[in-house]
Structure formats: C-alpha cells, structure tokens
C-alpha cells in the first residue's frame, strides 16, 4: 500500500527523478534500481547479516551515518528502533531516502550532515551503522575516532569494502626499527591507498584487507564482538586507547 497518497504512476516519475540509485528498494510495485550491478542490493547484504543485530534494535535509538537512499534506516524501524536519524551529504541519496521512508510509511529523520560533523548532533545512539562509507573517506581512522568520541553509545555496525587477503596475522606490541618482515606478511594490517579511481568510482579513497578493518576498529576503541558476513563486523564501544584522540596530537610521544 503507497502510503504518500501518490498513485504508482506518479511514485515512478518520482522515482525516476532520482535517479540513479544505489539502494534498489521495493516501494510497492515500483523497484528503484532494479538493474543493479550487485543483484538485489543491499538486501542481498542484509539478509546475510540480519539475524546478528536484529535482537538487539527494537526500542532503542539508531543513528546511520552515510544513509543513502535510507535502506537500513527504514530496516532499523521495521524491527522496533525507537527512533532513526539518518545522515548522509549527498542532496540527491537524502530526497531518495526521504522518498523511499515516506512512501512507506516510516517515520524516520534524515539530515545532510558530514561523518566528520557528527559532533553537531550533541548526542549519542545506542546503535550506529556505519556501512559502506570508510573507502569513500580521505580520513578514515578520524572518522572512526570521532564516531566513538561523539555519537557511538553502545553497538557499532560497520561495513566496508576489502579487498587483499582474508588472513589475520597475530601482531606484536611492538618491532624493532630494523625489523621489516612483517609488513610483508598477507595477514598484516594493510590499507590501501587508491590515487586515481577505483571500480570508476574517484571517491574511493582507501580499501582496508581483513586484518586493517578490524585493527583500525580497536584502535578507535570499538571491540568486534561478531564478523557474520565478510565484510560486516558487530561492535562494542569500548574504553578508549591511551593514546586515542581524533585530533593530531600537538607533541609526538617522542
């Protein structure tokens, strides 16, 4: 049932407007990407990953930062979230959300605000999603810094792209200065620096392998509690690292 009081001819144009559309989402019988190259996306992803959060959702605060078309917001609400905020900074991915949420019929908040700005929202969430957005991000490790600082209360959901190897090698506390072998290691953490443009995409900035997303989540503070799909980890807010701090230090430790 259309909730907007629009008829399915008018919800097409409407969605065709939009175009294009990275969240293919079924808004009654309109589909908005239904050519997608990743098949049925996100729910694809989402049904592989669905069954680690969704007891943990109903009555409490979501936050989804760098929402798009607001595919797991409005999947926040459909398993009881109290409230949704949804942020992104693209105009065009927060009208489609405000579309898509609209049409059926979810009340859900979205906002054009930057991951590096989450600080203005002057509070925190009980859950924060945080998908497919760290390889857009000339600044990756910050944002997740500022996540944790400002806006993470409990449970973070994160996503990203990887690529290089699946392995995790077990890392020291510390190497000497003339000791090298272990960056050559597939399981070490390595972050992948993209100059020029990636999959014809020029904001894709850095792809973590394995071992990096899961180490630049501890050193922010975030303790993976769950890794149910290959590139989805469930996280826990934890006490901040020593040396944490989402802004460069004024004195090396040196």
């Known amino acids: 049932m259309l909730m907007h009081g629009a008829s399915p001819e008018a919800l097409r144009h409407e969605v065709e407007a939009l175009r294009p559309w990275f969240h293919n989402m079924k808004l009654d019988a309109v589909e908005t990407a239904p050519d997608h190259p990743l098949g049925d996306y996100p729910s694809i992803k989402w049904r592989r990953f669905k069954s680690a959060i969704e007891d943990q959702v109903r009555g409490r605060s979501v936050l989804d930062i760098g929402c798009n078309a607001g595919f797991y917001s409005i999947e926040m609400k459909r398993l009881g979230a109290k409230e949704v905020v949804g942020i992104d900074f693209d105009d065009r991915y927060l009208a489609q959300a405000r579309l898509a949420a609209r049409t059926l019929g979810e009340d859900i908040e979205f906002e054009r605000l930057s991951v590096?700005?989450?600080?203005?929202?002057?509070?925190?969430?009980?859950?924060?999603?945080?998908?497919?957005?760290?390889?857009?991000?000339?600044?990756?490790?910050?944002?997740?810094?500022?996540?944790?600082e400002h806006v993470a209360g409990d449970i973070l959901v994160f996503q990203t792209m990887q690529r290089g190897s699946d392995?995790?090698?077990?890392?020291?506390?510390?190497?000497?200065f003339w000791r090298s072998d272990h960056f050559d290691q597939p399981g070490y953490p390595k972050l992948h620096f993209v100059e020029h443009s990636y999959a014809n995409d020029p904001t894709n900035w850095w792809v973590p392998n394995h071992a990096c997303s899961?180490?630049?989540?501890?050193?922010?503070?975030?303790?993976?509690?769950?890794?149910?799909?290959q590139e989805v980890y469930i996280c826990r807010r934890q006490r901040a690292p020593a040396a944490h701090s989402p802004v460069y230090p004024a004195r090396s430790a040196t």
């Open 116 to 148: 590096y700005d989450v600080a203005r929202l002057g509070r925190q969430f009980e859950i924060v999603l945080f998908m497919g957005v760290l390889y857009h991000l000339r600044h990756p490790l910050l944002a997740l810094d500022l996540i944790r």
């Open 167 to 176: 392995d995790v090698e077990p890392v020291a506390a510390n190497y000497d």
């Open 214 to 229: 899961e180490a630049m989540l501890r050193s922010a503070g975030f303790d993976v509690i769950e890794h149910p799909e």
